[in-house]
């Protein structure tokens, strides 16, 4: 009778024991294997990073417009692009150029068009006389072509 009693105590201490293992010790985490692929299924590969486009919107002024004889101010707001002076930037960069802009005359000839290589918040085309206007605003790179994605504005006002 002696052994039934002397075994449970045995037996609950032995079971603390275990219990009690490995308490001082930090778990390693244990890795969960990737899914199978599923047959006749392809993976899709990483998506590249995305890269900025740029883009721009002319403000101060909008189609329909009827403004006063003399200076006319306009800002270009621009997204994700950089004004420098192609000049001494002879090689085109991704997210950098200047502005062209055209009042009153053919777009297609970039050697016309008043260049903006700095202060797109201060343009100001001077002295606009009485008349329908046409103004025609692009972003172009330092090689002078339109930057990939951007298409030229064109606003058309009244002067009084």
Excluded: R, Y
Excluded at 43 to 58: G, I, L, R
Excluded at 98 to 117: E, S
């Amino acid at each position: 009778m002696k052994k039934k009693w002397l075994a449970v105590p045995v037996t609950l201490f032995a079971l603390a024991g275990l219990a009690g293992c490995g308490g001082d010790k930090t778990s390693t985490p244990v890795q969960t294997p990737a899914p199978a692929s599923t047959p006749g299924k392809q993976e899709q590969p990483a998506a590249a990073p995305e890269t900025k486009k740029p883009s721009f919107k002319v403000e101060g002024i909008k189609d329909g417009d009827t403004l006063k004889p003399g200076d006319v101010k306009i800002k270009v707001a621009l997204t994700d692009f950089k004004l420098v002076d192609f000049s001494t930037n002879k090689e085109p960069k991704a997210g950098e150029g200047h502005i062209h802009i055209w009042l009153d005359t053919d777009p297609k000839d970039a050697k016309i068009a008043q260049k903006v290589i700095k202060d797109a918040d201060n343009i100001v085309l001077k002295d606009v006389k009485a008349g329908e206007h046409t103004l025609v605003v692009s972003l172009n790179g330092n090689d002078h072509k339109p930057v990939e994605g951007t298409a030229p504005v064109t606003i058309k006002f009244t002067v009084k």
